[in-house]
């Protein structure tokens, strides 16, 4: 990226986000887990979305799912292990959704975790920051 060239982009509150670009959001002892719009226009368009059944167990660093981009595909593993609860089958027939509307109506996954801290997860500031460290 150019240094003159500026990127915009959105980051939500009331979420963690990890270094991967993924967004958690907690809510009863589960967390809704989606895509940030930072990594959905640094990769370009997304064309697929491949996400696991729900039931399934992950265990931390296992793969959560997949999605493939305009430049190429990214897997996202796990912070947590836990159970997959429900996945959003939405992404997978519209997967534009990630790109229109990453934190209401493209998340990815319900996930139930085991033992759940956000200790290696950052705050929006902290994401932010980190973006600008990863950007310069």
């Known amino acids: 990226m150019d240094s ?28 809704t887990i989606g895509v940030t719009d930072f990594i959905s226009q640094e990769k370009g368009e997304v064309l697929r979305v491949v996400l696991p059944h729900a039931g399934n167990e992950v265990y931390v660093d296992e793969e959560l799912f997949s999605i493939d981009f305009e430049e190429g595909t990214l897997v996202f593993r796990s912070y ?9 089958g939405e ?6 959704l990630i790109d229109d509307s990453p934190y209401e109506h493209g998340w990815c996954m319900i996930f139930e975790p085991h033992n759940m801290s956000f200790e ?14 990863v950007l310069i």
Do not use: T
Not at 4 to 27: C, G, M, P, T
Not at 91 to 96: D, Q, T
Not at 120 to 133: A, G, R, S, T, V
């Open 80 to 88: 947590f292990s836990g159970e997959i609860i429900e996945v959003n």
């Open 120 to 133: 290696d997860l950052m705050d929006p500031d902290e994401y932010i920051e980190y973006l600008q460290e």
């Open 91 to 96: 992404v997978e027939i519209n997967p534009e």
């Open 4 to 31: 003159d060239e500026i990127q915009e982009f959105r980051v939500a509150h009331k979420r963690r986000y990890s270094k991967n670009h993924l967004w958690y959001q907690e809510k009863d002892d589960r967390i």
